[in-house]
C-alpha cells in the first residue's frame, strides 16, 4: 500500500494564492518566507509526513491507544515517531519565537497542518493542541504562568489537552459541573471529564491540561465558567514533577482516530487537583474560544489532508482495478469508466477548493494578527471571524463525502477493513462532530457573524468574491469556465438577498437561524469553494506548466459543471425550507 504524498504543486498554488487573496504578501518578513523557506519546509514535512507518519496510520488503527493502571499507552512506534517530530522543530514550527518558538506564519503551518492529518490524523491531533494553547496562553495567562509553562509547551517536551466536555454538558457548555475552590494563590479542582483527547499518554512526561470550570460564587451559565491551567504534574523551583491529582480513568473504544486516546479525566479524587486561573474569572469560554479557534482551523486543515489521502487511495487502486472492456474486448482499468472519473474529478475538485478556502483562512490570520495597519487588522480580523466555521464545517464535511466517494471506487475492497480507504473513511467521521459539531459552526457563522454584524463582513467578503469571478477569463472555448463564473456571480446576489431577509426576519421569527444556518453555511462554501478554484484556474496558466495548469482549470471547470448546482438547492431550503421544520411536530418523528 503506498505511503501519502503531499500535493506539493497544489499546496505550492494554493499557498501563493492565499497569500495574495489575503494581503498578506505585505506583512514584514512574509515574502521572503513564501519564497524562500516554504519549499524546504514542504519538502521535509511531505517526507516525513510520508516516511515516518503516514506508515503508522493503519498502526494505530489495529493496536488503539489503551488505559492501563500505570496511564494509557500509546500504540507501537507512536512515542518515537512524537520523539523526532519534537526534534526536527515541527512542533515550534509556528510557535513564538519569545518561548523559542520558530513564530513561522499561520500559512506556513497550515500547509504542512493538512499534510499531518493526511498521513495520520490521530497522532496529528496531539501537535495541534500545542498551538491552540500557546495561542490562548499568549493572550490570557499571566506573566508566571507563561514563564513556567510556555516553553516546555512550544517544543513539545509538554504535551497539553483541552477538557471541556463532561457526561451532561457537550454542545451547551453551560452545564459544565466541574467546581474550582480556591487554595492560597492556586485552586483546586473536583469534576469528571469526557472525551477528552490525548488527555493521557506516554509521549510526553508532561500534559498541561485547560479545564473548563466552575467557582462557588460563579453566576448560572457560561457566564459563570472559568478556565484553570491543570498540569498532570506541577513542576517545582528545582524543575522536578510532583504527580498532580487529575488521572484518566479509561479510554473510549471509538469507530475512527483509534491511536488517538479518548479519555475519562477524573480531577480530585484525592484532595483537589491543583489549578492556576487563566484569564479573568468567570470568563474562561471566552479565553477558551482563543484555544477552540485555533482547533477549529486544524479540525478544517486535517479534514483536507483526509480528504487529499481518500483521492490518492482512490486514484491508485482505479488504476490498477481492471473490470469492463473497450470496443476491441481489452480489460480496461476502471479509471477509464467516465463514473469513476467523474467520482475522482469531484473529490479532487472538493479537496482543491477546500484546500484555497482553509488556507485563505489562515493567511487572513496572519494578516489580522501581524499588520501593521489597524484598519487591515481589523478587516482581517471580521473576514477571519467569519470564515473560521466555514472552514471547520465544510472541510469536514466534504473529507466524508470525499471519503466516501473513495470507498466507492474501491467497490467491495473499500468495505474491507484491510483497505486503507476505510479507516480514513471512518476517521474523518469525528471532524463534523467535535471542536463543536457542525450546527454549533453553521449557528456560530449565522446568529454571530451575519446577523449580530447585519451583514458587513458577509458583505465585504461576497463583494470580494463577485469581483475574482468577474474577473476570471474563460481561456479555451473547450474548457469554458463561464458556468462557474456565472454561477458564482448568481449566488452571490441571491445570498446577499438572503441574507438581508434572514437580519430582517430572525429578529421575529427565533427558529428561523437554527432551521436554516446549516443550508446557508453550505450554499457559503459552495460559493466560496468556487471562488478559490476560479482564481486558482487563472493563476495556475502564469505559475504552472501547461499540463499542470490544464488540469487546474479542467477541475474548476467540473466544479462549475457539477458542485457548483448544488448551491440552488441550499438557496431553496434557506429561502422555504424553515416551515417544513416548524410543521412537523417533534412527537410526530
Ligand atoms: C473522538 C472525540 C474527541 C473529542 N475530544 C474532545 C476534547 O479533546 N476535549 C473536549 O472537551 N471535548 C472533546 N470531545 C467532545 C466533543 O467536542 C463533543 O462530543 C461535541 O461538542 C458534541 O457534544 P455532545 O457529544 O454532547 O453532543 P450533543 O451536544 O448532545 O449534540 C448531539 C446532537 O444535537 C445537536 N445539538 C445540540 N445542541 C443543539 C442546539 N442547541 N441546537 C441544535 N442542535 C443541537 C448537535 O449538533 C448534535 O447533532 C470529543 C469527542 C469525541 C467523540
Redesign the pocket.
Known amino acids: 500500500m503506498s505511503s501519502y504524498q503531499a500535493p506539493i504543486v497544489l499546496i505550492r498554488l494554493a499557498l501563493n494564492q492565499a497569500a495574495e487573496i489575503a494581503g498578506a504578501r505585505a506583512l514584514p518578513g512574509y515574502d521572503d518566507v513564501l519564497t524562500d523557506l516554504a519549499e524546504p519546509i514542504l519538502e521535509n514535512a511531505s517526507r516525513f509526513a510520508g516516511e515516518v507518519l503516514s506508515p503508522l496510520n493503519p498502526v494505530g488503527d489495529r493496536t488503539p491507544s489503551r488505559c492501563e493502571a500505570h496511564g494509557v499507552v500509546t500504540p507501537p512506534g507512536f512515542a518515537a515517531a512524537y520523539r523526532r517530530f519534537c526534534a526536527d522543530g515541527w512542533v515550534s514550527l509556528a510557535a513564538p519565537t519569545e518561548h523559542g518558538g520558530q513564530g513561522l506564519p499561520t500559512l506556513i503551518s497550515a500547509a504542512v497542518t493538512e499534510m499531518w492529518g493526511g498521513a495520520n490524523l490521530s497522532f496529528a491531533m496531539c501537535p495541534e493542541l500545542t498551538l491552540g494553547a500557546l495561542g490562548a496562553m499568549k493572550v490570557h495567562a499571566p506573566a508566571d504562568l507563561v514563564d513556567t509553562y510556555a516553553q516546555h509547551i512550544a517544543s513539545g517536551e509538554w504535551a497539553t489537552?483541552?477538557?471541556?466536555?463532561e457526561p451532561q454538558a457537550?454542545?451547551?457548555l453551560s452545564t459544565v459541573r466541574t467546581r474550582a475552590e480556591r487554595d492560597g494563590e492556586a485552586w483546586r479542582l473536583f469534576g469528571r471529564?469526557v472525551?477528552?483527547?490525548w488527555g493521557d499518554h506516554d509521549l510526553t512526561d508532561n500534559i498541561v491540561h485547560f479545564v473548563l470550570a466552575r467557582t462557588p460564587d460563579a453566576p448560572p451559565g457560561v457566564k459563570g465558567i472559568s478556565l484553570f491551567l491543570v498540569p498532570k504534574k506541577i513542576p517545582g523551583a528545582d524543575g522536578a514533577l510532583t504527580k498532580n491529582d487529575i488521572d484518566a480513568v479509561s479510554v473510549e473504544h471509538?469507530m475512527g482516530?483509534r491511536a488517538s486516546p479518548?479519555c475519562v479525566m477524573v480531577l480530585g479524587e484525592q484532595g483537589g487537583a491543583r489549578g492556576w486561573l487563566v484569564g479573568k474569572l468567570h470568563d474562561g469560554l471566552g479565553c477558551m474560544f482563543t484555544m477552540m479557534n485555533h482547533m477549529r482551523l486544524g479540525v478544517g486543515l486535517h479534514s483536507l489532508g483526509l480528504a487529499e489521502r481518500s483521492l490518492q487511495l482512490a486514484r491508485d487502486y482505479a488504476r490498477e482495478r481492471l473490470q469492463g472492456r473497450d470496443a476491441s474486448g481489452t480489460q480496461r482499468a476502471i479509471i477509464e469508466h467516465a463514473d469513476v472519473r467523474r467520482m475522482l474529478l469531484l473529490m479532487k475538485s472538493l479537496t482543491q477548493a477546500a484546500r484555497g478556502l482553509a488556507y485563505t483562512a489562515a493567511a487572513t490570520l496572519d494578516v489580522a494578527h501581524s499588520s501593521k495597519d489597524p484598519s487591515q487588522r481589523a478587516a482581517a480580523t471580521r473576514r477571519a471571524d467569519l470564515l473560521t466555521p466555514v472552514v471547520k464545517a465544510w472541510c469536514s464535511d466534504i473529507a466524508v463525502e470525499v471519503a466516501s466517494l473513495g470507498v466507492q471506487v474501491h467497490g467491495g475492497m473499500g468495505f474491507v477493513d484491510d483497505a486503507e480507504i476505510s479507516q480514513v473513511y471512518r476517521d474523518s467521521r469525528?471532524g463534523p462532530?467535535?471542536?463543536?459539531?457542525n450546527?454549533?459552526q453553521a449557528?456560530d457563522l449565522v446568529g454571530r457573524k451575519v446577523v449580530r454584524d447585519n451583514g458587513r463582513a458577509l458583505g465585504e467578503l461576497l463583494a470580494e468574491i463577485e469581483k475574482a469571478a468577474g474577473a476570471t477569463a474563460p481561456g479555451d472555448a473547450a474548457h469554458s469556465l463561464s458556468p462557474l463564473q456565472s454561477g458564482i456571480l448568481d449566488g452571490c446576489a441571491k445570498l446577499r438577498q438572503a441574507a438581508a431577509e434572514l437580519v430582517e426576519r430572525s429578529a421575529q421569527d427565533h427558529q428561523l437561524i437554527?432551521a436554516t444556518a446549516y443550508n446557508f453555511l453550505q450554499w457559503l462554501a459552495i460559493l466560496a469553494g468556487g471562488w478559490q478554484l476560479a482564481v486558482s484556474a487563472t493563476r495556475a496558466r502564469a505559475e504552472l506548466d501547461v499540463n499542470k495548469a490544464r488540469a487546474v482549470v479542467d477541475v474548476a471547470a467540473f466544479y462549475g459543471a457539477h458542485v457548483l448546482p448544488r448551491a440552488s438547492t441550499h438557496e431553496a431550503i434557506v429561502r422555504h425550507g424553515a416551515e417544513a421544520i416548524e410543521e412537523v411536530a417533534t412527537a410526530d418523528l
Do not use: N, R, V
Not at 489537552?161 to 466536555?165: D, E, N, V
Not at 462532530?433 to 459539531?437: L, M
Open positions: 489537552a483541552m477538557c471541556l466536555t457537550g454542545s451547551d471529564k472525551y477528552i483527547s471509538k482516530i479518548t469525528i462532530i467535535f471542536e463543536g459539531t450546527y454549533i449557528q437554527g
